[in-house]
């Protein structure tokens, strides 16, 4: 068999998540990107045994940059035919960036040491139609309120019991995750979109819909539903509810994964 780690940008509109949902369908009812390469991936090498797997589970809708996975087939063929020949039969909405050697050993999700996620929403009045499918509206009139938010990211920096903004996953043992950077920043978009910021969040892991919630209570925050002191008490101690809705996916994009050498 052979071996390559793969960077994997996409935009996640139209598909279902990262994971492939059943082996059955050839991932056309409800196509998934895993799913969606592994069958561009049997076709390349002739249907000989192939398998994906990912370094992150997107959720559907969500987008990426900075996707790591591993490919496994039992074709010899060098990285760069292997990135150019996928990136010839795959959706325009998904891209193979990088390809290189791996080994058998290699585990994409194991090896990871953070994980950069930026959430991209516009403050303009009326939202913006060239970034409606990419970003949350969240009109803000007041720059006090970016303040604000600013605020409530500071928040999150550090290690903490992310229990209320995630949800309840059995599987997992601990909700403490380590928050190395989280802030507001403008994004670039101009001339297509000037009022366009992102949350930008870097930790060593994360719970499900984890970034997700802490949108939606960013999202409240600036609405002034809820208040900084409602933020930290949710940060010290498990409670029944939620301080808000987790924010819709298609703000969502993972950026950037850092992996252990």
């Not at 050839?26 to 002739?46: D, F, N, Q, V």
């Not at 040491?113 to 930026?118: A, G, R, V």
């Not at 930008?200 to 994360?206: A, R």
């Not at 002034?224 to 101690?237: N, P, T, V």
Request: with cysteine.
């Amino acid at each position: 068999m052979y071996y390559f780690q793969v960077t994997i940008a996409y935009k996640g509109t139209a598909y279902f998540g990262w994971q492939a949902q059943s082996t059955d369908t050839l991932y056309e009812e409800k196509p998934t990107i895993e799913g969606t390469i592994l069958s561009r991936l049997k076709k390349m090498t002739h249907y000989q045994p192939c398998t994906v797997s990912g370094a992150s589970r997107t959720d559907g809708g969500v987008h990426a940059l900075g996707q790591i996975a591993k490919l496994t087939i039992s074709k010899d063929i060098s990285p760069e035919k292997l990135l150019l020949g996928l990136n010839s039969i795959l959706p325009d909405d998904i891209r193979i960036l990088t390809c290189r050697p791996s080994t058998k050993q290699y585990q994409p999700s194991k090896s990871s040491i953070s994980k950069e996620y930026h959430y991209y929403f516009v403050t303009s009045p009326i939202d913006n139609v060239t970034t409606s499918d990419i970003a949350m509206h969240l009109p803000i009139s007041n720059p006090d309120d970016l303040a604000l938010l600013r605020s409530a990211c500071k928040l999150f920096v550090g290690r903490h019991d992310f229990y209320n903004f995630s949800s309840r996953d059995k599987g997992i043992t601990s909700s403490t995750r380590e928050i190395f950077h989280c802030d507001i920043h403008q994004a670039s978009f101009s001339p297509l979109a000037d009022e366009l910021y992102y949350l930008k969040i870097i930790g060593n892991g994360f719970l499900k819909y984890m970034v997700r919630y802490l949108m939606g209570t960013l999202y409240e925050l600036a609405k002034g539903r809820i208040s900084l002191d409602d933020i930290s008490r949710y940060l010290d101690q498990h409670q029944t509810d939620k301080l808000s809705a987790r924010a819709k996916p298609k703000g969502l994009h993972l950026i950037n994964i850092e992996q252990q050498v």
